[in-house]
């Protein structure tokens, strides 16, 4: 089983709509949880952290279930520029080591 | 400004021959990282250093060789390339030693084709 594990998509929406990815982990340990978004041939960029309480920037929510080591992202209306790969990364404590999804890729059409 | 620089940005060679990769960052960051994006998109860690020791050697092939000259540089050399070490090879730093929320900054990559 990957450690972290991701619905590759294309998820193809049109502009405006609300989109919500999922990702799940699988160590337990793990304590600490961000999306990333990567551009076509562009590098990795953080896009938010994901707390415990959930936490929102703008039209993006990230929301995080240790239970059901479960993570996610919602995009509420989207735009064109949110066309993207979003990773989900989760980092173990007292390790450098960032773990990455394989990403989910977000087609957002007029 | 660039933050996190990597050179070069495309590398097409031949199997066996050797090469290096170089990325310089001007963030003041102690921890520099190399990660591997293959054909599928999956991005993996290499390796880390920190303030020049190296504290993450994940199972790489030993042909693959990290140097650190000092924190703000971390170069990659690769002997005897193969065909699988085609890839996009990126770099990254952070500042924190793993406290708290690490944001690590990515370089643009390096495409690396192996024929």
């Known amino acids: 089983r990957k450690e972290v594990e991701q619905d590759p998509g294309p998820f193809n929406v049109p502009e405006g709509a609300t989109v919500a990815f999922n990702c799940t982990y699988s160590n337990s340990a793990s304590q600490s949880f961000f999306w990333y978004r990567q551009d076509c041939r562009k590098e990795p960029k953080l896009l938010m952290s994901v707390y415990s309480s959930g936490n929102e920037d703008g039209r993006f929510t990230a929301q995080l279930n240790r239970a059901s080591q479960y993570i996610s992202l919602l995009i509420r209306d989207s735009k064109l520029s949110d066309s993207a790969t979003y990773l989900c990364v989760v980092r173990m404590d007292s390790s450098y080591k960032l773990i990455f999804g394989s990403g989910t890729r977000l087609l957002v059409r007029p | 400004d660039t933050a996190v620089s990597q050179t070069p940005k495309y590398l097409v060679t031949q199997m066996g021959n050797d090469k290096s990769i170089k990325c310089e960052q001007n963030?003041?960051?102690?921890?520099m990282y190399w990660y591997k994006q293959d054909s599928k998109k999956f991005l993996k860690i290499m390796f880390s250093y920190n303030n020049k020791e190296l504290i993450i050697n994940e199972t790489v092939p030993n042909r693959f060789s990290p140097k650190s000259p000092d924190k703000a540089h971390l170069n990659l050399h690769i002997n005897s390339l193969e065909l699988g070490d085609s890839a996009v090879y990126f770099c990254?730093?952070?500042?924190?030693?793993?406290?708290?929320?690490?944001?690590?900054?990515f370089g643009p990559g390096t495409r690396l084709t192996v024929l």
């Open positions: 990254a730093s952070s500042q924190d030693r793993g406290a708290g929320v690490d944001t690590q900054y």
């Open positions: 963030l003041g960051h102690d921890t």
